[in-house]
């Protein structure tokens, strides 16, 4: 049982180019979320998916594309790095139920260290 | 104003002295509150959860919620070098799993 699994770990971009920060988790969950974690700002959520077909965005997506086809994978897009966009992301999944009792886990990933030059 | 406000640290205390994390948050629509432990280039973990207000205690963990205040606690007891992380704070409204989460503070164990 792998649980959320994102690559790569550490990533160097030019300014101007694309990528795609890949997540995989293997607990069935339905609930997955992209993110980024920068000093002095916690956590911040980009994207979220509450099931296959279905995304949302969060409080900073500007820059940033998703898309759910499989439950399993929640790719995260950068469509024209910027330096404002380095940074630590974060990939987590849980189950999306939110009632009291069960729920509450959400498993994050190792994280994916990007620097945009 | 930040939804969720926690003191970035850094935190040094000696071996086995009490912890005392902290966090205020201003959406009264919060009703879980929970506590993350970050090791360095590490994804956060989980460490406890609350439901409302009260007390919840884990080994040498105990986490505390005030919501008529709106502000939450996490003490560790006895702390051991290996406690030294980052501490985040996450809260989240009933329903959703979307969470809000503080800066997180630093905390040293020094043996």
């Known amino acids: 049982n792998a649980g959320v699994t994102q690559t790569p770990k550490f990533q160097v971009l030019k300014t101007g180019q694309s990528m795609t920060l890949q997540c995989a988790q293997d607990m069935n969950h339905e609930y997955m979320s992209w993110y980024r974690q920068d000093p002095g700002m916690g956590l911040r959520l980009i994207h979220y998916s509450v099931g296959a077909g279905i995304t949302d965005q969060g409080e900073v997506p500007n820059g940033y594309n998703v898309s759910r086809s499989t439950t399993e994978d929640f790719p995260l897009r950068l469509l024209s790095a910027a330096p404002s966009q380095t940074s630590v992301y974060f990939c987590?999944?849980?189950?999306?139920?939110?009632?009291?009792?069960?729920?509450?886990?959400?498993?994050f990933g190792e994280g994916s260290w990007l620097t945009v030059v | 104003q930040k939804e969720v406000e926690q003191d970035p640290g850094p935190l040094s205390v000696p071996e086995g002295a009490i912890v005392s994390l902290n966090c205020t948050y201003s959406?009264?629509?919060?009703?879980?509150f929970m506590w993350y432990r970050q090791y360095s280039r590490k994804g956060p973990e989980l460490l406890m959860y609350?439901?409302?207000?009260g007390n919840k205690e884990d080994g040498r963990f105990t986490a505390q919620v005030d919501k008529s205040s709106k502000y939450i606690s996490l003490f560790i007891r006895d702390s051991q070098p290996s406690d030294s992380a980052t501490y985040l704070c996450?809260?989240?409204?009933?329903?959703?799993?979307?969470?809000?989460f503080g800066q997180g503070t630093r905390l040293t164990i020094n043996p």
């Open positions: 609350t439901y409302s207000s």
């Open positions: 959406n009264s629509a919060f009703q879980y």
């Open positions: 996450a809260m989240r409204i009933q329903g959703a799993q979307k969470l809000v």
């Open positions: 987590a999944s849980s189950y999306s139920k939110g009632s009291r009792g069960s729920g509450n886990t959400i498993y």
